[in-house]
């Protein structure tokens, strides 16, 4: 049909990292702040995505979302990734990260709602008591969610074969050959940065930054309900990070990282292997290489014509 093509060239033109990226972050700020960052214009225009909030609108986008996935899987290259026993997970984390995120924000837009006319969190409303007994409650309500989670396992093993390849060959490696999923946002990382620094400095700066948040983050609010205007700025930090850096790496990593770690659309089949890529360097490499060669050039240039010296 000619408007599935269309929308699947629209999706793939979309689908460029450049282009991803920019629409991620611009979407992330404008549902996060809806009217509430920017000049007044930018505040109208994004004003009336505070409506995603509402449980009604929010579950015609995910029913509009989940069509399309739906519908996208009738494509054969489509469902050949999507449905590989190690990336359905990573499909569902997609959808399972978007709705919790949803309510988490749209719980603590509430509680904000309720402390503007004076009314206590809703949290606080619900437990009544703030005793709650280890049994039954807490232990009845842990064995429930082991029993059904079980099941759920069970059912998966049965008619999702498990991901296992043959014996590695050093004659014959996988291409392409991907990390698990939760280190393809470092893999993805190693196409824009140098070994060092997307392997060593990044990770590492990671892991200070969660060991420093104790001792940055001393607001007391927040704790054991949900908010958003008494934390406003440590919240957006933590999803910028999680969401549009982390997942969005693992997404592109997953789903659009074909052979020779080349871009490919979501409805692109992957037998088609592309041209590789030109060769680069990086900068820390031929910086100095660049330096020393102009700085040698100066030299000889100054000794021999002082007057019409190029300018390098």
């Known amino acids: 049909m000619p408007v599935l093509e269309g929308l699947k060239h629209l999706v793939n033109w979309l689908s460029q990292p450049s282009y991803f990226f920019l629409i991620t972050v611009v979407v992330f700020f404008a549902v996060v702040f809806p009217g509430e960052m920017g000049p007044a214009w930018l505040?109208?225009?994004?004003?009336?995505?505070?409506?995603?909030?509402?449980?009604?609108?929010?579950?015609?986008?995910?029913?509009?979302?989940?069509?399309?996935?739906?519908?996208?899987c009738?494509?054969?290259?489509?469902?050949?990734?999507?449905?590989?026993?190690?990336?359905?997970?990573?499909?569902?984390?997609?959808?399972?990260?978007?709705?919790?995120?949803?309510?988490?924000?749209?719980?603590?837009r509430g509680n904000d709602a309720r402390a503007?006319?004076?009314?206590?969190?809703?949290?606080?409303?619900?437990?009544?008591?703030?005793?709650?007994?280890?049994?039954?409650?807490?232990?009845?309500?842990e064995f429930l969610c082991?029993?059904?989670?079980?099941?759920?396992?069970?059912l998966w093993s049965i008619f999702l074969k498990a991901p296992i390849e043959e014996p590695a060959?050093?004659?014959?490696?996988?291409?392409?050959?991907?990390?698990?999923?939760?280190?393809?946002?470092?893999?993805?990382?190693l196409v824009y940065y140098d070994p060092w620094i997307a392997g060593v400095l990044l990770p590492g700066l990671i892991i200070l930054g969660l060991c420093?948040?104790?001792?940055?983050?001393?607001?007391?609010?927040?704790?054991?309900?949900?908010?958003?205007?008494?934390?406003k700025w440590e919240i957006t930090i933590f999803l910028f990070g999680f969401v549009v850096l982390w997942?969005?790496?693992?997404?592109?990593?997953?789903?659009?990282?074909?052979?020779?770690?080349?871009?490919?659309?979501?409805?692109?089949?992957?037998?088609?292997h592309k041209a590789p890529p030109p060769r680069t360097c990086s900068a820390p490499t031929i910086l100095?290489?660049?330096?020393?060669?102009?700085?040698?050039?100066?030299?000889?240039?100054s000794a021999s014509r002082p007057i019409n010296c190029p300018t390098i």
């Open 288 to 301: 100095p290489t660049i330096i020393a060669c102009s700085g040698w050039t100066s030299m000889r240039c």
């Open 169 to 189: 060959n050093p004659a014959k490696t996988p291409n392409p050959s991907k990390a698990p999923w939760y280190f393809l946002g470092l893999q993805e990382m």
């Open 74 to 108: 009738f494509d054969a290259n489509f469902s050949l990734i999507v449905g590989k026993p190690d990336n359905v997970p990573i499909a569902a984390m997609i959808f399972l990260v978007a709705f919790f995120v949803w309510l988490a924000l749209h719980q603590a």
């Open 43 to 72: 505040r109208r225009l994004s004003g009336p995505l505070v409506a995603v909030y509402r449980p009604k609108v929010a579950a015609l986008v995910f029913a509009a979302l989940g069509l399309l996935f739906f519908l996208s």
């Open 212 to 231: 420093a948040i104790p001792y940055i983050d001393k607001n007391p609010k927040g704790n054991g309900y949900y908010c958003f205007k008494d934390r």
């Open 146 to 154: 082991m029993i059904l989670w079980t099941i759920f396992l069970i």
């Open 116 to 141: 503007a006319v004076g009314r206590p969190p809703l949290e606080k409303e619900e437990s009544g008591d703030p005793k709650v007994m280890v049994w039954p409650d807490l232990v009845y309500t």
């Open 247 to 272: 997942v969005w790496l693992i997404i592109i990593g997953t789903f659009l990282r074909g052979p020779n770690w080349d871009i490919y659309w979501p409805w692109e089949s992957w037998l088609i």
